[in-house]
């Protein structure tokens, strides 16, 4: 039960992170539809299960704060907040400050990684990411 705590607080400090980018341009390049992007945005969120379904720690996603890059080590324990959900919260807010709701090449992946032997432990990203076209 010791290796099990401290094989927690190790993940909580070193593993669970969430990440979210805007990267803004003035650009008179449109895409193929004939839009013009203003910025790129990308976020993604992990989290750790044991066995595949007990959560033990996750990043939370990005919700708040004045700059354009979030690399946070907020993190939850015994919970499992890396959703697409929790993704497109994070896109919204990112839409907010940049002032715009029109989005376009929307692409959300999803993978797992087993680690250790016998699969004890997976690890679970989510990444989401877009374009951001004019208002």
């Known amino acids: 039960m010791k290796k099990i705590s401290y094989m927690i607080i190790a993940l909580a400090l070193a593993g669970c992170s969430s990440y979210s980018e805007i990267a803004r341009w003035d650009s008179s390049v449109k895409s193929n539809d004939g839009e013009t992007p203003v910025a790129s945005f990308m976020t993604q969120n992990f989290s750790y299960q044991l066995l595949f379904f007990i959560p033990l720690c996750t990043g939370r996603p990005w919700t708040s704060g004045d700059e354009d890059v979030m690399d946070d080590f907020n993190v939850k324990l015994f ?5 697409v959900d929790g993704n497109m919260v994070s896109l919204k807010y990112a839409l907010a400050k940049v002032g715009s709701n029109r989005i376009s090449r929307l692409r959300t992946t999803e993978s797992d990684s087993s680690m250790w032997s016998f699969f004890i432990l ?11 076209l004019k208002p």
Not at 79 to 83: C, G, L, N, R, S
């Open 79 to 83: 919970a499992d907040e890396a959703t």
């Open 122 to 132: 997976n690890r679970h990203e989510i990444r989401t990411s877009c374009e951001i």
